[in-house]
Protein backbone atom coordinates (compact mmCIF):
# COMPACT_ATOMS: atom_id res chain seq x y z
CA UNK A 1 0.00 0.00 0.00
CA UNK A 2 2.31 2.57 -1.17
CA UNK A 3 -0.28 5.09 -0.78
CA UNK A 4 -2.25 4.21 2.31
CA UNK A 5 -3.61 6.96 4.44
CA UNK A 6 -2.87 7.88 7.74
CA UNK A 7 -5.10 7.04 10.44
CA UNK A 8 -6.00 8.85 13.68
CA UNK A 9 -3.85 6.71 16.51
CA UNK A 10 -5.15 8.69 19.21
CA UNK A 11 -7.04 12.12 20.38
CA UNK A 12 -5.78 14.23 23.25
CA UNK A 13 -7.07 17.09 24.73
CA UNK A 14 -4.08 17.98 27.24
CA UNK A 15 -4.32 18.79 30.75
CA UNK A 16 -4.91 22.29 32.24
CA UNK A 17 -1.47 23.42 34.09
CA UNK A 18 0.31 26.68 35.87
CA UNK A 19 3.47 27.23 34.62
CA UNK A 20 5.95 29.98 34.97
CA UNK A 21 5.42 32.38 38.04
CA UNK A 22 1.38 31.90 37.32
CA UNK A 23 0.42 31.19 33.43
CA UNK A 24 -2.24 29.58 32.89
CA UNK A 25 -2.19 27.08 29.83
CA UNK A 26 -3.14 23.57 28.34
CA UNK A 27 -0.60 20.91 28.62
CA UNK A 28 -1.57 19.04 25.77
CA UNK A 29 1.93 16.78 25.42
CA UNK A 30 4.43 16.52 27.81
CA UNK A 31 6.42 13.86 29.95
CA UNK A 32 4.21 10.77 29.32
CA UNK A 33 3.99 11.01 25.68
CA UNK A 34 7.85 10.90 24.58
CA UNK A 35 7.75 7.99 23.15
CA UNK A 36 4.40 8.12 20.68
CA UNK A 37 5.58 11.70 20.14
CA UNK A 38 9.31 11.29 19.60
CA UNK A 39 11.17 13.75 18.35
CA UNK A 40 8.28 16.64 20.09
CA UNK A 41 8.61 16.17 23.88
CA UNK A 42 5.82 19.28 24.56
CA UNK A 43 3.41 20.76 23.19
CA UNK A 44 1.92 23.93 25.55
CA UNK A 45 -1.49 25.44 24.38
CA UNK A 46 -2.50 29.29 25.37
CA UNK A 47 -5.66 30.91 24.03
CA UNK A 48 -7.29 33.53 26.52
CA UNK A 49 -9.06 36.99 26.40
CA UNK A 50 -7.99 37.31 30.47
CA UNK A 51 -4.54 39.14 30.97
CA UNK A 52 -4.71 37.75 34.52
CA UNK A 53 -4.09 34.64 32.91
CA UNK A 54 -0.61 34.96 31.55
CA UNK A 55 0.93 37.83 32.75
CA UNK A 56 2.95 37.13 35.30
CA UNK A 57 5.01 34.99 32.93
CA UNK A 58 7.85 32.62 32.67
CA UNK A 59 10.72 35.07 34.42
CA UNK A 60 14.62 34.08 33.85
CA UNK A 61 14.65 30.18 33.48
CA UNK A 62 17.16 27.51 32.07
CA UNK A 63 17.04 25.50 29.12
CA UNK A 64 19.41 22.54 27.88
CA UNK A 65 19.34 19.77 25.42
CA UNK A 66 16.20 20.62 23.24
CA UNK A 67 14.93 23.58 21.26
CA UNK A 68 12.09 25.72 21.77
CA UNK A 69 9.91 26.92 19.15
CA UNK A 70 6.87 29.63 19.99
CA UNK A 71 4.53 30.95 17.63
CA UNK A 72 2.30 33.34 18.22
CA UNK A 73 -1.08 33.17 16.43
CA UNK A 74 -2.39 36.68 18.02
CA UNK A 75 -0.54 38.11 21.06
CA UNK A 76 2.94 39.73 22.46
CA UNK A 77 5.50 38.41 24.62
CA UNK A 78 8.57 40.06 25.01
CA UNK A 79 11.69 38.06 25.81
CA UNK A 80 15.12 38.36 26.44
CA UNK A 81 18.12 35.77 27.01
CA UNK A 82 21.42 35.36 28.03
CA UNK A 83 22.97 35.81 24.72
CA UNK A 84 21.56 39.08 24.37
CA UNK A 85 18.80 38.74 22.06
CA UNK A 86 15.93 40.55 23.48
CA UNK A 87 12.78 41.66 21.52
CA UNK A 88 8.81 40.71 20.97
CA UNK A 89 6.84 38.15 19.73
CA UNK A 90 3.63 39.45 18.14
CA UNK A 91 0.72 38.29 15.73
CA UNK A 92 1.91 35.84 13.42
CA UNK A 93 5.11 35.41 14.39
CA UNK A 94 7.51 32.77 16.16
CA UNK A 95 10.97 32.43 18.14
CA UNK A 96 12.66 29.41 17.65
CA UNK A 97 15.50 28.48 20.18
CA UNK A 98 18.51 26.53 20.56
CA UNK A 99 19.71 25.94 24.03
CA UNK A 100 22.27 23.87 23.46
CA UNK A 101 24.57 23.27 26.15
CA UNK A 102 22.61 25.96 27.51
CA UNK A 103 20.88 29.32 27.64
CA UNK A 104 19.04 31.27 30.33
CA UNK A 105 15.72 32.83 29.30
CA UNK A 106 12.83 34.53 30.08
CA UNK A 107 9.58 35.54 28.23
CA UNK A 108 6.87 37.95 29.65
CA UNK A 109 3.35 37.83 28.15
CA UNK A 110 1.95 41.33 27.79
CA UNK A 111 -2.08 42.20 28.14
CA UNK A 112 -3.76 41.40 24.66
CA UNK A 113 -6.66 41.60 22.93
CA UNK A 114 -6.07 37.86 22.61
CA UNK A 115 -3.22 35.48 23.70
CA UNK A 116 -3.20 32.66 21.33
CA UNK A 117 -0.63 30.42 20.10
CA UNK A 118 1.74 27.31 21.27
CA UNK A 119 5.21 26.32 22.53
CA UNK A 120 6.72 23.32 20.63
CA UNK A 121 9.60 21.56 22.43
CA UNK A 122 11.66 19.90 19.77
CA UNK A 123 14.19 17.00 20.91
CA UNK A 124 17.68 17.71 20.21
CA UNK A 125 19.98 14.43 18.97
CA UNK A 126 22.88 13.11 21.68
CA UNK A 127 25.34 14.03 19.15
CA UNK A 128 23.75 17.57 19.19
CA UNK A 129 22.61 18.11 22.56
CA UNK A 130 25.81 20.77 23.63
CA UNK A 131 25.79 22.28 20.79
CA UNK A 132 26.01 26.71 20.59
CA UNK A 133 23.03 28.09 21.83
CA UNK A 134 21.16 29.90 18.86
CA UNK A 135 18.18 32.20 18.43
CA UNK A 136 15.83 32.89 15.94
CA UNK A 137 13.80 35.89 15.24
CA UNK A 138 11.05 34.72 12.80
CA UNK A 139 9.13 38.09 11.57
CA UNK A 140 5.40 37.37 10.19
CA UNK A 141 6.56 38.11 6.58
CA UNK A 142 9.45 35.09 6.95
CA UNK A 143 6.59 33.20 6.87
CA UNK A 144 5.84 31.92 3.46
CA UNK A 145 1.76 32.12 2.90
CA UNK A 146 0.55 29.54 -0.39
CA UNK A 147 -2.88 30.97 -1.01
CA UNK A 148 -4.54 27.93 -2.51
CA UNK A 149 -7.81 29.71 -2.67
CA UNK A 150 -9.57 27.37 -0.23
CA UNK A 151 -6.51 27.03 1.71
CA UNK A 152 -3.90 28.60 2.97
CA UNK A 153 -0.78 27.23 4.10
CA UNK A 154 1.94 28.80 5.97
CA UNK A 155 5.20 27.29 6.44
CA UNK A 156 6.66 27.90 9.13
CA UNK A 157 8.93 25.21 8.84
CA UNK A 158 10.37 22.69 6.47
CA UNK A 159 8.91 23.17 3.03
CA UNK A 160 5.47 22.57 1.09
CA UNK A 161 4.88 22.34 -2.93
CA UNK A 162 7.95 22.93 -3.39
CA UNK A 163 8.44 26.31 -1.40
CA UNK A 164 11.11 26.84 1.52
CA UNK A 165 9.82 28.04 4.68
CA UNK A 166 10.87 30.71 7.50
CA UNK A 167 13.28 27.70 9.09
CA UNK A 168 14.79 24.13 8.53
CA UNK A 169 16.10 22.94 11.43
CA UNK A 170 19.53 22.50 11.91
CA UNK A 171 19.42 19.12 13.53
CA UNK A 172 15.94 17.92 13.64
CA UNK A 173 14.37 18.62 10.43
CA UNK A 174 10.27 19.04 11.32
CA UNK A 175 7.57 20.31 9.09
CA UNK A 176 5.59 22.81 10.91
CA UNK A 177 2.81 24.09 8.98
CA UNK A 178 0.07 26.28 10.01
CA UNK A 179 -3.04 25.22 7.89
CA UNK A 180 -6.19 26.87 7.24
CA UNK A 181 -9.02 25.65 5.10
CA UNK A 182 -12.22 26.78 4.23
CA UNK A 183 -15.87 25.11 5.47
CA UNK A 184 -16.35 22.42 3.75
CA UNK A 185 -12.76 21.61 2.08
CA UNK A 186 -10.15 18.90 2.14
CA UNK A 187 -6.88 19.05 2.15
CA UNK A 188 -3.94 16.23 1.93
CA UNK A 189 -0.03 16.57 1.96
CA UNK A 190 2.03 13.42 1.22
CA UNK A 191 4.21 12.91 4.09
CA UNK A 192 7.46 10.23 4.88
CA UNK A 193 5.94 7.07 5.92
CA UNK A 194 7.38 6.34 9.29
CA UNK A 195 7.72 10.25 10.33
CA UNK A 196 6.24 10.85 13.59
CA UNK A 197 2.64 13.36 12.80
CA UNK A 198 0.45 15.21 14.31
CA UNK A 199 -1.78 18.00 14.32
CA UNK A 200 -3.09 20.50 17.42
CA UNK A 201 -6.57 22.14 15.95
CA UNK A 202 -6.85 25.96 17.06
CA UNK A 203 -10.07 26.77 15.61
CA UNK A 204 -12.99 24.73 13.86
CA UNK A 205 -13.21 21.31 13.44
CA UNK A 206 -12.44 18.51 10.78
CA UNK A 207 -12.80 14.89 9.76
CA UNK A 208 -9.30 13.39 9.71
CA UNK A 209 -8.30 10.19 7.64
CA UNK A 210 -10.94 8.34 5.46
CA UNK A 211 -13.99 10.86 5.13
CA UNK A 212 -16.55 8.79 7.52
CA UNK A 213 -14.79 9.69 10.61
CA UNK A 214 -15.88 11.97 13.06
CA UNK A 215 -15.57 15.80 13.57
CA UNK A 216 -12.72 16.62 15.89
CA UNK A 217 -13.35 19.91 17.15
CA UNK A 218 -10.77 23.02 18.39
CA UNK A 219 -8.42 22.38 21.34
CA UNK A 220 -7.27 18.99 20.64
CA UNK A 221 -4.40 17.56 19.92
CA UNK A 222 -4.27 14.26 17.25
CA UNK A 223 -1.56 11.91 16.38
CA UNK A 224 -1.32 9.95 13.33
CA UNK A 225 -0.35 5.89 12.48
CA UNK A 226 2.41 5.43 9.50
CA UNK A 227 1.14 6.51 6.04
CA UNK A 228 1.80 8.41 3.07
CA UNK A 229 -0.73 10.26 3.15
CA UNK A 230 -2.46 12.98 5.63
CA UNK A 231 -6.02 13.99 4.83
CA UNK A 232 -8.59 16.80 6.21
CA UNK A 233 -11.77 18.15 5.59
CA UNK A 234 -13.08 20.80 7.28
CA UNK A 235 -16.86 21.03 8.81
CA UNK A 236 -18.98 23.76 8.32
CA UNK A 237 -16.97 26.14 10.30
CA UNK A 238 -13.90 25.45 8.57
CA UNK A 239 -10.63 24.15 10.36
CA UNK A 240 -7.49 25.60 11.40
CA UNK A 241 -4.73 23.62 12.24
CA UNK A 242 -1.26 23.27 13.24
CA UNK A 243 0.64 20.66 11.38
CA UNK A 244 3.92 19.09 13.23
CA UNK A 245 6.01 16.29 11.59
CA UNK A 246 9.51 14.83 12.15
CA UNK A 247 11.51 11.78 11.90
CA UNK A 248 11.89 9.71 15.28
CA UNK A 249 15.04 10.06 17.23
CA UNK A 250 14.84 6.70 19.12
CA UNK A 251 17.26 7.35 22.17
CA UNK A 252 16.65 7.78 25.60
CA UNK A 253 15.30 10.48 27.32
CA UNK A 254 16.26 11.90 30.63
CA UNK A 255 13.98 14.92 31.48
CA UNK A 256 14.57 17.61 34.06
CA UNK A 257 12.05 20.39 34.23
CA UNK A 258 14.00 22.70 31.70
CA UNK A 259 16.26 20.22 30.47
CA UNK A 260 16.28 17.30 28.84
CA UNK A 261 19.18 14.92 28.24
CA UNK A 262 19.72 11.16 27.51
CA UNK A 263 21.05 9.81 30.92
CA UNK A 264 20.53 11.04 34.61
CA UNK A 265 24.13 11.35 34.59
CA UNK A 266 23.90 14.25 32.37
CA UNK A 267 20.88 15.91 33.75
CA UNK A 268 22.70 15.42 37.24
CA UNK A 269 25.86 17.58 35.98
CA UNK A 270 23.36 20.15 33.93
CA UNK A 271 21.55 20.78 37.69
CA UNK A 272 24.65 21.17 39.19
CA UNK A 273 26.56 23.89 36.61
CA UNK A 274 23.39 25.62 37.14
CA UNK A 275 24.33 25.60 40.89
CA UNK A 276 27.97 26.20 40.59
CA UNK A 277 27.17 29.26 38.39
CA UNK A 278 28.80 27.01 35.17
CA UNK A 279 25.60 26.33 33.18
CA UNK A 280 26.33 28.99 30.23
CA UNK A 281 29.62 28.03 28.06
CA UNK A 282 31.54 30.68 27.22
Given amino acids: MANHLRTVKKIITGEKAVDGA ?43 GIETITYLV ?23 MTAGAGII ?35 KADIPIIDEGERKIHIIAGSYNGKTGAMEGDYVKPLYLDVEVNPGVEWSLDTEEDATVFVYILQGEG ?23 FRVKASDNGIRFLLMSGQPLREPIAWGGPIVMNTREELNVAFKELEENKFIKR
Avoid at 74 to 90: A, F, P, R
Avoid at 114 to 137: C, D, E, F, I, S
Avoid at 211 to 218: M, N
Wanted: glycine share 8%.
Fill in 105 to 139: HQEMPKPSERMLGVQLWLNLPAKNKMVVPKYHGIA
Fill in 207 to 229: TFGSASDEFISAKHAILFNEGRK
Fill in 22 to 64: GVRLVRVIGHSDTEDFDPFLMLDAFDSVNPTDYVKGFPWHPHR
Fill in 74 to 96: QGNIEHEDSLGNQGSILDGECQW
